[in-house]
């Protein structure tokens, strides 16, 4: 039987509660089921993402990884994107088990992601490429649409705004709330991953790099840009100037994709604001200073 990393551990219980305790006991024996019924071997040691354990598998047609995630209702779909994909920039699904959340997909380097990339601008550009090739496909049916993400938002924001300290900040997050509303009108149907940072990334064989783990979500791909412009916000903060480091990202990214610059402002205000709404929801009452130092360089 496997043994469930510490970090999955500690994960599955503080975001779904009682529910990610019974995950987490449940895995094992998971895991064990679907070795035998897909004929599987471990292949190496048992890895971890944030909420989903990775089991490096052999078969007879070569190697794989055992993915196994709990059902998340805020992010479904993970399987029909990468149906819809199909290797087109990103990991192969090679097979499925909807009932026990477990999903067998290609074997990439997980020792090599956009991290490793020298140059962060060069490392935005590889993420603008492999998002083109991603945002190229229609969503799938079923898949959660941008415009139900954005009516959450400008619904939950004035609310959110007077529980911040600083009235400042309310203003921004009022501010925030405006730039959604002129784009929402228009929220498009691509496949979005929604979650294109730097470690989502990796490199392969078959490709240079593939983006993994995506977030589906039918919509505009303006609304893909800022997980990338958060990576390695330390050399940001390094920077002689932090606004136009972040300026720096953002135009490469708008460039490479051929996005109208001024949606994608908005759409990435609004992930500010999005993420800016968690933050609030989970008891906060300042705004991080990464979202508001992006929001001041695209300004």
């Known amino acids: 039987m496997i043994t469930v990393p510490t970090p999955l551990v500690d994960n599955l219980p503080r975001y779904f509660g009682e529910r990610g305790r019974e995950w987490v006991a449940a895995a094992p024996r998971v895991v064990e089921r679907k070795l035998a019924e897909w004929d599987l071997t471990v292949d190496?040691?048992?890895?971890?993402?944030?909420?989903?354990?990775?089991?490096?598998?052999?078969?007879?047609?070569?190697?794989?990884?055992?993915?196994?995630?709990?059902?998340?209702?805020?992010?479904?779909?993970?399987?029909?994107?990468?149906?819809?994909?199909?290797?087109?920039?990103?990991?192969?699904?090679?097979?499925?088990?909807?009932?026990?959340?477990?999903l067998l997909l290609e074997r990439l380097d997980?020792?090599?992601?956009?991290?490793?990339?020298?140059?962060?601008v060069r490392a935005v550009q590889i993420t603008a490429e492999l998002l083109v090739r991603l945002n190229a496909h229609p969503a799938p049916d079923g898949v959660r649409g941008l415009g139900e993400i954005a009516a959450g938002m400008l619904a939950s924001a004035p609310?959110?705004?007077?529980?911040?300290?600083?009235p400042g900040e309310a203003k921004l997050i009022r501010d925030w709330a405006a730039a959604v509303r002129e784009v929402a009108g228009e929220c498009g149907d691509r496949l979005l991953h929604w979650d294109l940072h730097f470690e989502n990334v990796l490199a392969a064989d078959r490709a240079p790099w593939l983006a993994i783990d995506p977030k589906p979500l039918a919509g505009d791909p303006a609304f893909e840009l800022l997980p990338?412009?958060?990576?390695?916000?330390?050399e940001v903060l390094a920077a002689d100037d932090p606004l136009g480091a972040v300026r720096r990202r953002f135009d490469a990214m708008v460039e490479v994709m051929g996005l109208d610059r001024e949606r994608a402002v908005c759409w990435t205000l609004g992930r500010t604001l999005q993420n800016s709404l968690?933050?609030?929801?989970?008891?906060?009452?300042?705004?991080?200073?990464?979202?508001?130092?992006?929001?001041?360089?695209?300004?």
């Open 44 to 102: 190496g040691p048992v890895m971890n993402g944030v909420v989903a354990l990775v089991v490096p598998v052999r078969s007879a047609g070569g190697t794989a990884v055992l993915k196994l995630q709990i059902d998340d209702p805020e992010h479904p779909g993970e399987a029909a994107a990468l149906r819809t994909w199909d290797g087109d920039g990103a990991v192969r699904l090679l097979r499925e088990d909807p009932d026990a959340g477990a």
């Open 110 to 120: 997980s020792g090599s992601d956009l991290r490793g990339v020298r140059d962060d």
């Open 159 to 166: 609310t959110a705004a007077v529980r911040l300290t600083d």
């Open 228 to 234: 990338a412009l958060h990576n390695r916000w330390d």
């Open 278 to 299: 968690w933050t609030i929801e989970d008891g906060g009452h300042i705004l991080e200073p990464e979202q508001v130092l992006v929001a001041a360089a695209l300004a």
